[in-house]
């Protein structure tokens, strides 16, 4: 009987040792796959063509007053703008007549007045009911020149815009957002260059 049991246990450490050969090479394929991936995953960028064009700039779009404005293209190649977030210490420059409030009065734009002058270097202002407005400046020529986003302290907003622009004509559209990307409460402010 206890021959048995010593055949049993070399069959068994035999089969085993076996099963644990034909995993190794099986582990190192998978091994070397996940290494592959990793080495992948860190040099090559899984980044859309604006936040490139972003990062290779070196610049950002909001923040506090001292970040630069955010170099991107739009589908002309010109570069967009953006605007330096002054955190709602930019007073109006417009009187209370020409201000514009969203049809559901979340936002309401103090400046720039509806048919202002705007140049790179002009603020936008105004108050809002929520955590951070969006803005995009549109030439009547080449289209989106600027946007970006401002945070609401106390209620309000600010930034000073900067801006290249090609046309006499265009339009300062501000908004807030829903959590999935709808724009939602917006002010359309026909401006001059």
């Known amino acids: 009987m206890t021959a048995h049991k010593n055949t049993a246990k070399k069959r068994s450490y035999t089969t085993r040792k076996q099963a644990n050969d034909r995993r190794w090479p099986t582990f190192l ?13 860190t040099l090559h960028p899984f980044r859309n063509d604006a936040d490139k064009t972003a990062n ?7 923040g506090n007053a001292t970040d630069d404005t955010k170099k991107l293209s739009n589908n002309s190649g010109r570069a967009i703008g953006g605007a330096t977030d002054t955190q709602g210490q930019a007073a109006a420059t417009t009187p209370r007549s020409q201000w514009t409030t969203s049809a559901s009065g979340v936002i309401t734009v103090e ?3 509806n048919g202002s002058t705007l140049t790179s270097g002009n603020n ?20 989106v020149i600027a946007q970006g986003s401002l945070k609401v302290i106390n209620g309000s907003f ?12 265009g339009r300062l559209d501000i908004f807030s957002t829903t959590h999935d990307g709808v724009e939602q ?7 001059k260059f």
Do not use: C, W, Y
Request: net charge negative; charged share 10%; proline share 2%.
């Open 29 to 41: 394929i998978l091994a070397l796959l996940v290494a592959a991936v990793g080495v992948v995953v």
């Open 111 to 113: 400046s720039p007045g």
């Open 124 to 143: 936008i202002s105004g108050m809002a009911a929520v955590s951070t407005v969006h803005f995009r400046l549109i030439d009547d020529q080449v289209g």
């Open 56 to 62: 290779e700039a070196g610049t950002q779009t909001s």
């Open 185 to 191: 409460n917006e002010v359309h402010i026909s401006v």
């Open 158 to 169: 600010s930034g000073k815009l900067s801006f290249g622009s090609h046309a006499s004509t």
